[in-house]
């Protein structure tokens, strides 16, 4: 009981940090991680094989070098104009337009890929029409929670779901989590509509500055911009067949980003490249997960996520809602990943004490429910899922830095429209 406690406080301190961002958030978190370490907690090496998400920080890796050697061609700075010619520069406009291509990469890809791809053309863009790009940042970070929920591919839980159970399908997933991830969708860009509408204003002065670039000009290294595109469109195609490849996105991801610096860079570039990545934003993630899997070791999360099945005593309409909500807000808490791992056994041992075969219509149920909680809740916290930490470093590197707290308040009222649509779908969809 006493590594319960001093793992809870241990974890609260840091988050505490974390939330008044007063001291740096990679070096609390790993600080903390080890604090747990050395008070016995956790096993270094236990860290190293179990709790770290090495393929994430990898898929991470791979992708911020194949972005930064794409975005030095002005490849992304090109589509950043067009993408504001299209809508003559009108920031509002442009803010839906920035959000429903986000949704719709995050589906298509996975919502980090997708956030990693679309930062650099944000600022881009908000740097030519010298807007403030905190809004089109946050918008995006909640397009890509929801526009990941809709697929197998979209978002890390929905992957770990999938992998954990082979009739849960990339048709079964677009098909069952497709349509209420629309609908979320479309309130949620009402809602980022009302909420930013007054605040982004461009002047005249600066929308006919934009008319007058000449985009083609932003182009440069020509051969690398063939070369990176060939390489992109061959990641993305690896992406979207890993499951059939039996690859992890990760190595996908890190072969790409390999490939493309032996055949388009330098040495001295090559260097540059590695010095790109955002090393701050990749060691918080460890701590992170090091943190959260102290919480696991003493058997906190288990715990509860036990005390919420044993609540329904087998009613599995009480059960689905119940996972849907809990995932949700958990989520917003803590990083979905760690917390759909814990409930992937549960939900096996659930529908096994209960009898019910694996493709079962009421376990199936169960799936979605978390799926949906672990996916929308992501957008309550800037630490909800890692699309959010990925996005709030890349605009602390651009020095515009998103503060918890201003997240916060357009997070959690789209988190808790997002959930009680869900509920609403469950409902009236399967129960």
């Known amino acids: 009981m006493s590594g319960t406690y001093l793992a809870t406080g241990v974890f609260l301190f840091v988050y505490a940090f974390i939330i008044t961002e007063k001291l740096n958030?990679?070096?609390?978190?790993?600080?903390?991680?080890?604090?747990?370490?050395?008070?016995?907690?956790?096993?270094v090496e236990k860290v190293f094989t179990h709790y770290i998400e090495w393929n994430t920080l990898a898929l991470l890796i791979g992708m911020m070098i194949l972005v930064t050697i794409t975005q030095s061609t002005g490849l992304f700075q090109w589509i950043a104009i067009k993408a504001a010619k299209a809508v003559n520069g009108n920031p509002v406009q442009l803010l839906i337009m920035l959000s429903l291509l986000t949704a719709i990469g995050s589906a298509l890809l996975d919502n980090v890929t997708t956030i990693l791809l679309m930062a650099p053309i944000t600022f881009s863009i908000t740097r030519i029409l010298q807007v403030n790009p905190v809004p089109y940042l946050i918008a995006e970070i909640i397009a890509s929670?929801?526009?990941?929920?809709?697929?197998?591919?979209?978002?890390?839980?929905?992957?770990?779901?999938?992998?954990?159970?082979?009739?849960?399908?990339?048709?079964?997933?677009?098909y069952h989590l497709g349509p209420v991830a629309l609908i979320t969708l479309l309130i949620a860009l009402a809602m980022l509509y009302f909420i930013y509408r007054k605040q982004l204003n461009v002047s005249v002065e600066n929308q006919q500055k934009l008319a007058q670039i000449n985009e083609e000009k932003v182009l440069k290294n020509h051969p690398l911009i063939k070369k990176s595109l060939f390489i992109l469109c061959l990641?993305?195609?690896?992406?979207?067949?890993?499951?059939w490849l039996s690859i992890e996105p990760s190595v996908i991801a890190i072969t790409g980003a390999a490939i493309l610096m032996l055949i388009g860079l330098t040495e001295?570039?090559?260097?540059?490249?590695?010095?790109?990545?955002?090393?701050?934003?990749?060691?918080?993630?460890?701590?992170?997960?090091?943190?959260?899997?102290?919480?696991?070791?003493?058997?906190?999360?288990?715990?509860?996520?036990?005390?919420?099945?044993?609540?329904?005593?087998?009613?599995?309409?009480?059960?689905?809602?119940w996972i849907l909500w809990i995932s949700g807000i958990a989520s917003a808490t803590i990083d979905n990943i760690p917390f759909v791992a814990t409930m992937i056994p549960l939900i096996k041992e659930?529908?096994?004490?209960?009898?019910?075969?694996?493709?079962?219509?009421?376990?199936?149920t169960m799936w979605w429910s978390l799926a949906l909680g672990a996916c929308l809740g992501g957008n309550g916290t800037i630490l909800g899922a890692s699309a959010n930490v990925i996005m709030v470093?890349?605009?602390?590197?651009?020095?515009?830095?998103?503060?918890?707290?201003?997240?916060?308040?357009?997070?959690?009222?789209?988190?808790?429209m997002s959930l009680l649509i869900a509920h609403l779908y469950i409902v009236l969809r399967y129960l």
């Not at 470093?393 to 808790?416: D, M, N, Q, R, S």
Request: proline letters at 3%.
């Open 393 to 416: 470093g890349l605009a602390a590197k651009e020095g515009k830095k998103i503060h918890y707290l201003e997240f916060l308040k357009v997070g959690v009222p789209i988190t808790l």
């Open 268 to 321: 001295r570039q090559i260097e540059t490249a590695f010095a790109s990545v955002e090393w701050g934003t990749i060691f918080f993630f460890a701590g992170l997960f090091a943190l959260v899997g102290g919480l696991q070791e003493v058997g906190l999360i288990k715990y509860i996520a036990h005390q919420i099945l044993a609540y329904t005593a087998g009613d599995l309409s009480l059960a689905a809602i």
């Open 25 to 43: 958030r990679a070096v609390i978190a790993i600080l903390g991680a080890m604090i747990m370490v050395l008070l016995g907690i956790l096993n």
């Open 145 to 174: 929670n929801i526009g990941g929920t809709a697929t197998l591919i979209g978002d890390p839980p929905n992957i770990m779901i999938g992998s954990s159970n082979p009739h849960l399908t990339f048709n079964a997933f677009l």
């Open 350 to 364: 659930m529908g096994s004490s209960l009898g019910l075969v694996a493709h079962a219509p009421e376990l199936q």
């Open 235 to 243: 990641t993305i195609l690896g992406f979207l067949t890993h499951s």
